[in-house]
């Protein structure tokens, strides 16, 4: 039997515990597990950065929201994104990433792939044509896409980019955290492998770290899950209990995300303090119907230019209040930032760099009169 998204948020790799009823899963807080035999581990568990049941229930359920065949859970979404290039990639490999890439992936690919021998070209993802110029036959493995995008939120149409990609004999990787699976599920317009910063959406209380792969090739599978431990970067069980008790809720947070950013979006976008709002929800965006097309709704980060300028928006963003400034995203509290000083400072300087004159939303599911008046406040 088949179940909807919220049903399996609930239950899927959650069933009671067998030994005693418990409705939640349990925290399995240790290292190493008792083996019946030499070489005989009970339920395969021997170490928990092998297996661990706390964890394996997290990644069975994210594996069932975004419709794949293998979850994996890491430690961050950046060791996710190590995990899946080191098992993917090699020296001389070539990888297309978007042009407006979060700044923690373009450092990953700058500072540490490429002096592994792994080079990258940023592309602007939302044009397919772009991304096929950017290919290079015979060495390009991976396209890798965030949609939407991380901070100008530009949206990709996925399924071109599967076609583009595929052509050129590489796999399709979709970030997926701005979206949740709640909003969007990319392996069922073709992508091949979906990343996630579990800490974002999915987690959704600002309370614990993670991240994740899922695939619905379980041959790239069973090798992302060799390298998982291989490499070691796994979450520890409290970690994945917190992740999987955020889950439960996800599809009624965003729900209320995307209902208070909607009236955000629109009241920033008539604001004589605001040069240009930045939201696909709005039909000015250029991204508007792709999003329309592939989304459930349209998410709960606006981002939008300040008519002042660069100090007139580090200004907005010092005066808010309810507000918190502050980086990351996804949680039930609204946050804003300075994207070119703060999350994306690594990319000062590339050609990845964001306009000094931008400022991120994350909002939050307060009273949306209550952030109103926050940013009528802040705005000045």
């Known amino acids: ?50 297996g661990n049941p706390t964890r394996d229930a997290l990644q069975d359920c994210l594996a069932a929201l975004e419709g794949g ?27 297309v990433i978007p042009d407006d890439a979060y700044g923690g992936t373009y450092r990953l690919f700058a500072r540490v792939m490429q002096r592994w021998g792994v080079e990258f070209t940023p592309a602007k993802v939302t044009d397919p044509d772009a991304v096929r110029a950017a290919i290079r036959p015979g060495s390009t493995k991976l396209v890798w896409v965030e949609t939407p995008t991380n901070p100008l939120l530009g949206i990709a149409d996925i399924a071109a980019l599967a076609a583009v990609a595929h052509d050129a004999g590489a796999l399709l990787v ?10 969007q599920q990319p392996i069922a317009l073709g992508a091949d492998v979906v990343v996630h910063s579990t800490t974002k959406y999915i987690g959704g209380h600002s309370d614990v770290v993670g991240g994740a792969l899922i695939t619905a090739d379980a041959g790239l ?31 009624v947070r965003m729900d209320r995300h995307c209902d208070n950013a909607e009236r955000l979006a629109a009241y920033l976008d008539g604001h004589a303090q605001v040069a240009q709002v930045i939201y696909p929800g709005l039909p000015s965006h250029p ?36 507000f918190v400034l502050a980086e990351s995203l996804g949680g039930v509290e609204s946050l804003i930032e300075h994207p070119g ?9 590339s050609p990845l760099e964001v ?26």
């Open 69 to 95: 065949q293998v979850g994996l859970a890491f430690a961050s979404g950046l060791a996710a994104e190590d995990t899946l290039l080191r098992t993917t990639c090699a020296p001389g490999d070539h990888v």
């Open 287 to 322: 991204g508007h119907e792709v999003a329309a097309k592939q989304m459930r709704r349209f998410g709960g980060m606006i981002s939008f230019r300040a008519a002042g300028g660069e100090e007139h928006a580090v200004e907005i963003c010092n005066r808010a209040k309810l």
């Open 355 to 380: 306009p000094g004159d931008l400022v991120r939303l994350s909002v939050g599911i307060e009273t949306v009169d209550d952030l109103l008046a926050d940013l009528e406040q802040a705005l000045g």
């Open 221 to 251: 599978g069973e090798e992302l899950r060799y390298h998982q431990n291989a490499m070691g970067a796994v979450n520890g069980p409290f970690d994945a209990w917190l992740t999987l008790r955020g889950i439960k809720t996800l599809g």
């Open 174 to 183: 979709v970030d997926n955290t701005f979206a949740s699976p709640y909003l």
């Open 1 to 50: 039997m088949s179940h909807g998204f919220e049903t399996l948020a609930i239950h899927a790799g959650q069933d009671p515990e067998a030994r005693t009823g418990a409705v939640i899963p349990p925290i399995y807080q240790t290292s190493t597990y008792a083996q019946d035999a030499v070489g005989a581990p009970r339920l395969g568990y021997e170490y928990s950065r092998s």
């Open 341 to 349: 000083r703060m999350t994306h400072a690594s990319a000062a300087g």
